[in-house]
Structures are given as C-alpha cells and as structure tokens.
C-alpha cells in the first residue's frame, strides 16, 4: 500500500534543510555529508519534486547573496520607470558596469528555473557552485578589467493566486431528470477515476492555481534582451562589449540582430532596430555561445547579420571532441568547436578559459585594425600637408 503524500511545507532555509555548501562549492548534508538526495521518500516523485523545487527556491536567493556580498554587485530594476505596484524583475550590475571605459561582459543565461548568475540549477545542487553559476565568468572577469551586467530572462512575470470561480450546484430535483440507468454509468465512471487517483496518491493535495502577469516590456527572455540593451548596454561607456550567452540565450541574442529586409523603413520600429542593429554590430566585440540554441533560418536573420556572426562569434557545442576542437559547421552564421563536455549544461564551465582567450584575440585584433586605421589616416593627412606644402 501506498504511503499517505505528506503536505507540501518545506524548510525555508539551507540550515533547516540541513544542507550547506562546503570549502569546494558542493552542496552536501551537515550530519552525513552525503549529496543531495532527491528520493528522500520512496514512491512519493510528486513530493519529491516539490522539496526539490522549494531548495531551488532558496538555491536562487543564496546566489543573489553570493553576487552582491563576494561579487559586489547590485540590483537595477526593471523597468527602469516600473511604477508603484506593477510586477518588476531587476538585472545586476559591477561597480563600473556603466562607467567602464574599455570592456563590459553581458552575461545571458538560457531558459527555465535558472535565475541571474546560474547557469544551471541542477549542477549548483548535484555538482557545485562553479560549475553552476556566473561566478567564476563574473570573478575572471572583474580580474581583468571588465565591467559586468548578469541579465535576469527568466525572471519575467508576477505569479498571483486565481480568484476561485464560483460554480453553479445541481439541486436532487434537476439531477433526477437524467435516466436512473446513464446517471448510474456515470457514477460509476467517476468514482473509478477517484480510485484510480486514490491508488495513485492517498490523500492527493489539491495545489493552488496561479497565474502570470508579465513584466512590462520584459515578458520573455527575447524582449528582456532587447530591453537591457536599449537602456544598459547602449548607454554603457565601454567601447567593447562582449557577451556570453547559453542556450535560449543565444537565440535572444540574436534576435538583436533581427531581419528587418522588406519592412517600410519609414515605420519608428523599424528605424529604430535598423539603428540597434547597428549600433550591436559597432560595439559588440566578441560573443561566445555555449550550446547556443539560435537558429539563423528560423529567425531570418540577414546576409549582413550572418556574416557578422562568421567574424564576431564562436559556439561552444556539447560534444564527445576535445575542447576547442573545430566541428562542422551546421548553418552558414558561426563557428562551432568542441566545448569538451557532452552535457548541455556544463558547456560554459568548461569552456570558461576558451572563451576569455578568444575575448582577448578579438580585442587585439580590433585595437590592432584600430591602430592600423590610425596610422593610416595619420599618413594620409601628413602626405597632404606635404603636398599642399610644396604646391606652394
């Protein structure tokens, strides 16, 4: 016989779960020791998954502390205008994230449960806090002298209880219209469903319907990305921008770049993409994808934009090659080489110093074009003079 499903009234914090992360960044039992157990009780999965859900709950507000007591950063809020009440989500942002005059890292995650400075819910509790979070992207960073901003896509919308719908009962009278015979059949048929979820789970909890109101001008992970743009990134000093970005994330990058090719160019919307799209393309410096989940066709993205990507970005793909090893390419938009690891999720992480070394060849060769373009025009100008000089 099946156990009776205990309530659904979950510790609040690591220590009540009895949990804590220890000198490596592993998540293990205070008595025991022992890795995170998700069947504390057997054949209770529904249970289960919710005790899993309510320590991710407190996972994300334990990397929150993390980012702004070791990484020393803080919140801005979004919208930026939010007015008293309407649902909000919020980004975080370096010291020098907008005053940083040469290099700013924009972090995106990819889609689901992960909130800003995760990349994997599941890592930061089955592995560690390395593997699973921005910090260690957000720490080798500030030691380099990039500004930060960590986006928040997946923290779109308020979740509110419904209003329970008040249902109309059928009195003895009207149900004794219906025939003694169909009324018995579907009697019958009911109560086989009620045992069937009985055998199932005894004493089945009935969980609280909820629904979402989307966050103004962010209700998903593309407009978030466009969002933060438009009113952070853009008005950032920095002159590179770079840009990590896993899964989802990848294709709400994209999206930045997004084809505008037979709109009216007279529309604002479209001027104003038509300007965004440039303004990416001007200061985005380099853009390492992590198992990146964009699709060039899909999104119909435009000659220009893919040969941008073929020069500005790399995609770090989970497979069973060495990492950094050059793949086939799957679509005409930008290299693929071997994360090192065949697990979606771990392809940041061990890409990691990859991906700072490809910043850093992008960043020399842009100063070196720079240079070049300088020396050049310096030149120019020094042959004019000269010219002019002797013609008088």
Excluded at 314 to 343: F, H, I, Y
């Amino acid at each position: 016989m099946k156990k009776d499903e205990p309530p659904f009234t979950f510790p609040k914090t690591l220590e009540e779960f009895e949990y804590a992360f220890n000198e490596y960044g592993q998540l293990r039992h205070i008595k025991t020791g022992e890795p995170f157990v998700f069947n504390a009780r057997e054949d209770l999965h529904r249970w289960n998954q919710k005790r899993y859900e309510a320590l991710g709950e407190i996972i994300t507000q334990y990397v929150y502390e993390l980012l702004e007591k070791q990484c020393n950063m803080t919140k801005a809020i979004l919208p930026v205008d939010a007015a008293e009440g309407e649902p909000t989500s919020f980004i975080y942002l370096s010291s020098d994230a907008l005053s940083n005059p040469s290099k700013l890292l924009v972090l995106i995650q990819g889609s689901g449960v992960v909130r800003a400075g995760q990349w994997a819910r599941r890592l930061i509790i089955n592995q560690d806090l390395d593997s699973g979070t921005q910090i260690p992207f957000i720490n080798r960073a500030m030691e380099e002298g990039y500004g930060v901003m960590v986006l928040n896509p997946n923290e779109n919308y308020l979740e509110v209880e419904k209003r329970a719908l008040s249902t109309p009962t059928t009195s003895p009278n009207e149900a004794s219209d219906e025939p003694a015979e169909k009324r018995e059949r579907k009697d019958d048929k009911e109560g086989k469903k009620k045992r069937e979820f009985y055998e199932k789970y005894r004493n089945p909890q009935k969980e609280t319907e909820t629904e979402r109101i989307p966050v103004r001008e962010n209700g998903s992970s593309e407009e978030h990305v466009l969002y933060v743009w438009d009113h952070f990134v853009s008005k950032a000093a920095a002159k590179n921008v770079f840009i990590v970005a896993h899964s989802y994330g990848g294709l709400s990058f994209v999206e930045l770049c997004f084809n505008n090719e037979g709109c009216p160019t007279t529309e604002p919307w479209v001027v104003k993409m038509n300007q965004r799209e440039m303004e990416v393309k001007n200061r985005v410096c380099a853009v390492a994808l992590t198992d990146s989940a964009h699709n060039i066709w899909l999104q119909e993205t435009s000659k220009g934009t893919q040969d941008w990507m073929q020069q500005h970005c790399c995609n770090w793909v989970s497979s069973p090659e060495l990492l950094d090893t050059p793949l086939e390419p799957m679509l005409p938009d930008c290299p693929r080489v071997s994360a090192g690891t065949e697990k979606h999720e771990l392809t940041s992480w061990t890409s990691l110093r990859s991906v700072f070394k490809f910043f850093g060849e992008a960043l020399n060769a842009r100063e070196g074009e720079e240079a070049e373009e300088s020396a050049s025009a310096v030149t120019t100008r020094s042959s004019s003079l000269k010219s002019k000089h002797q013609d008088l």
